[in-house]
C-alpha cells in the first residue's frame, strides 16, 4: 500500500479559535493582505485581531467567484502595498481568490502561465507566500486543499491553479463564523461538503487515509445537514458540518473526486450559478447513472461495493443498496429545496457543449468508472 497524504500545515478547529489568529499572524509577517468577501463588515473583527497584534493590512474584496483578472488586480494590490503574506476570510470564493493570491506573490508572470486547461499549465514551482484560510462556510474545504480554482469569463469555463506548495500554512475552522448563515447557502455549501466525501470515497484514486475522512464525513453529513437546515442555530450541527466540510476537503485534496465536479467547472464557467448549489443539483443524478454504469459494466468490482457501503451510512440500513443511497441523496435535496439547474439558465441546448467540457475536466479523471457521452449526456439533462 503506498499514497501521499498532504494537508495544511497547521489546523486549528472549535468554537472562538478565530480568535487566535493575530499571533500566528504576526509570525509569518508584518503586512497582510486581507481578503474577504463582498461584506467586509464581518471581517471587521478579524481586521482588529490582525491589527492588535502588529499586523497592518490591506483589504481585498472578491465579490463573486474569483476570475482570471481578479487574480492579476490582487496580486498588483498585494506587491503595491508590500505585503508579505495573505489572510483570506469567506467562503469558497474568497479563500480560492487568497490561495491563488499567495501563489502569484511568490511566482513570476500571470496567472494565465500556471491555469490548467486554459492556461500554459506551467509548474508553479516556488512555494506561496504565507496563506491562512478562514472560511466562513462549511461546504468546499478549500482551507486545506492545494488548488485554487478560476473563472474566465472570455473562455467560458473555470480551471485550477494547481500545487502541493499552495497549501495554506494555516487553517482557521471556526463553526461560529457559520451561525449566520442563509438557508440556502447551509443547503448548498453542505450538499457540497457531502459531495466531497462521496467523490473521494468512491474515486479511483481513493486511499486508506483518505477513506478514514470519507467515511466520517458522509456519516455525519447523514444527520448534521437535515439538522441544520430545520434550525441555523443548532451549534452542535454547525460544529458537525464544519467539520464534514474540512474532512471533504482533506479526502479530496488527496484523492480526487468525479463527475460531479466534472460538470460543476463548465456549469460554473458557463453560467452564474453558485458551485455548491451546481453541485447540489447533479449530486443524485451523477450517483443514479454511476451505479447504472457499475450495475452493467463492473458488477463485481470495488467502486460498486462502496457506492453500497455510502448507502448504508447514508440510511442507516446495514443492508442497503447503492441505489437506496441515490434515493437518500434524492429525497435530501428535495427536502432542502434545491434548485436545478435550469434555474441558472440552463437549457436543453446546451446539453452537448457541457458534455464536451466536462470530459476535459480534470475531476472527471477520478469517476469510479468511465462514462459513456450519452450517460453524461442523461446527468445534465436529469439535472434541469
Given at each position: 500500500?503506498?499514497?501521499?497524504?498532504?494537508?495544511?500545515a497547521?489546523?486549528l478547529?472549535?468554537?472562538?479559535?478565530?480568535?487566535?489568529v493575530?499571533p500566528?499572524?504576526?509570525?509569518?509577517?508584518?503586512r497582510?493582505?486581507?481578503?474577504t468577501?463582498?461584506?467586509?463588515?464581518?471581517?471587521?473583527p478579524?481586521?482588529?485581531?490582525?491589527?492588535?497584534?502588529?499586523?497592518?493590512?490591506?483589504?481585498f474584496?472578491?465579490?463573486?467567484?474569483?476570475?482570471?483578472?481578479?487574480?492579476r488586480?490582487?496580486?498588483?494590490t498585494?506587491?503595491?502595498?508590500?505585503?508579505?503574506?495573505?489572510?483570506?476570510?469567506?467562503?469558497?470564493?474568497?479563500?480560492?481568490?487568497?490561495?491563488a493570491?499567495?501563489a502569484?506573490?511568490?511566482?513570476?508572470?500571470?496567472?494565465?502561465?500556471y491555469?490548467?486547461?486554459?492556461?500554459?499549465?506551467?509548474?508553479?514551482?516556488?512555494?506561496?507566500?504565507?496563506?491562512?484560510?478562514?472560511?466562513?462556510?462549511?461546504?468546499?474545504?478549500?482551507?486545506?486543499?492545494?488548488?485554487?480554482?478560476?473563472?474566465?469569463?472570455?473562455h467560458?469555463?473555470k480551471a485550477?491553479?494547481?500545487?502541493?506548495?499552495?497549501?495554506?500554512?494555516?487553517?482557521?475552522?471556526?463553526?461560529?463564523?457559520?451561525?449566520?448563515?442563509?438557508r440556502?447557502?447551509?443547503?448548498?455549501t453542505?450538499?457540497?461538503?457531502?459531495?466531497?466525501?462521496?467523490?473521494?470515497?468512491?474515486?479511483?484514486?481513493?486511499?486508506?487515509?483518505?477513506?478514514?475522512?470519507?467515511?466520517?464525513?458522509?456519516?455525519?453529513?447523514?444527520?448534521?445537514?437535515?439538522?441544520?437546515?430545520d434550525?441555523?442555530?443548532?451549534?452542535e450541527?454547525?460544529?458537525?458540518?464544519?467539520?464534514?466540510?474540512?474532512?471533504?476537503?482533506?479526502?479530496?485534496?488527496?484523492?480526487?473526486?468525479?463527475?460531479?465536479?466534472?460538470?460543476?467547472?463548465?456549469?460554473?464557467?458557463?453560467?452564474?450559478?453558485?458551485?455548491?448549489?451546481?453541485?447540489?443539483?447533479?449530486?443524485?443524478h451523477?450517483?443514479?447513472?454511476?451505479?447504472?454504469?457499475?450495475?452493467?459494466?463492473?458488477?463485481?468490482?470495488?467502486p460498486?461495493?462502496?457506492?453500497?457501503?455510502?448507502?448504508?451510512?447514508?440510511?442507516?440500513h446495514?443492508?442497503?443498496?447503492?441505489?437506496?443511497g441515490v434515493?437518500?441523496?434524492?429525497d435530501?435535496?428535495?427536502?432542502?429545496?434545491?434548485?436545478?439547474?435550469?434555474?441558472?439558465?440552463?437549457?436543453?441546448?446546451?446539453?452537448?457543449?457541457?458534455?464536451?467540457?466536462?470530459?476535459h475536466?480534470?475531476?472527471?479523471?477520478?469517476n469510479?468508472?468511465?462514462?459513456?457521452?450519452?450517460?453524461l449526456?442523461?446527468?445534465?439533462?436529469?439535472?434541469?
Amino acid at each position: 500500500m503506498r499514497f501521499e497524504f498532504a494537508t495544511a500545515a497547521r489546523i486549528l478547529f472549535g468554537e472562538g479559535v478565530v480568535r487566535e489568529v493575530g499571533p500566528a499572524a504576526a509570525a509569518m509577517g508584518r503586512r497582510a493582505l486581507l481578503v474577504t468577501g463582498v461584506s467586509r463588515d464581518r471581517a471587521a473583527p478579524l481586521f482588529a485581531l490582525l491589527e492588535a497584534a502588529g499586523v497592518a493590512c490591506a483589504p481585498f474584496t472578491v465579490p463573486g467567484e474569483p476570475t482570471v483578472e481578479l487574480v492579476r488586480a490582487g496580486a498588483a494590490t498585494a506587491r503595491g502595498e508590500h505585503c508579505g503574506l495573505v489572510v483570506a476570510m469567506g467562503g469558497g470564493s474568497a479563500i480560492d481568490a487568497g490561495k491563488a493570491l499567495a501563489a502569484m506573490l511568490a511566482n513570476p508572470g500571470d496567472p494565465l502561465d500556471y491555469l490548467e486547461v486554459i492556461g500554459a499549465g506551467r509548474p508553479i514551482e516556488r512555494p506561496s507566500a504565507p496563506f491562512i484560510a478562514i472560511p466562513t462556510t462549511a461546504g468546499t474545504g478549500s482551507e486545506v486543499t492545494r488548488n485554487a480554482v478560476l473563472a474566465s469569463p472570455e473562455h467560458r469555463v473555470k480551471a485550477s491553479l494547481r500545487s502541493a506548495g499552495m497549501l495554506p500554512r494555516l487553517a482557521v475552522v471556526d463553526p461560529e463564523l457559520t451561525l449566520g448563515l442563509p438557508r440556502s447557502i447551509t443547503a448548498s455549501t453542505g450538499l457540497d461538503a457531502l459531495t466531497q466525501c462521496i467523490e473521494p470515497y468512491v474515486s479511483v484514486r481513493a486511499n486508506a487515509m483518505t477513506d478514514l475522512a470519507c467515511v466520517e464525513g458522509i456519516r455525519r453529513a447523514a444527520t448534521a445537514l437535515p439538522r441544520v437546515w430545520d434550525n441555523g442555530s443548532d451549534r452542535e450541527a454547525r460544529g458537525e458540518m464544519a467539520w464534514v466540510s474540512l474532512l471533504g476537503g482533506m479526502a479530496l485534496a488527496n484523492a480526487g473526486l468525479g463527475a460531479v465536479h466534472g460538470f460543476a467547472a463548465p456549469v460554473g464557467g458557463m453560467f452564474a450559478a453558485p458551485h455548491g448549489a451546481v453541485c447540489a443539483a447533479l449530486l443524485p443524478h451523477v450517483m443514479e447513472v454511476n451505479v447504472q454504469a457499475l450495475r452493467a459494466r463492473d458488477p463485481g468490482g470495488q467502486p460498486l461495493r462502496r457506492y453500497e457501503e455510502v448507502a448504508r451510512l447514508l440510511t442507516g440500513h446495514s443492508h442497503a443498496a447503492a441505489e437506496d443511497g441515490v434515493r437518500w441523496v434524492a429525497d435530501l435535496c428535495r427536502q432542502l429545496e434545491v434548485p436545478p439547474l435550469r434555474a441558472y439558465g440552463v437549457v436543453d441546448a446546451d446539453i452537448p457543449d457541457l458534455v464536451a467540457k466536462s470530459a476535459h475536466a480534470s475531476s472527471m479523471k477520478g469517476n469510479p468508472i468511465a462514462l459513456t457521452s450519452e450517460e453524461l449526456r442523461q446527468i445534465v439533462s436529469a439535472s434541469l
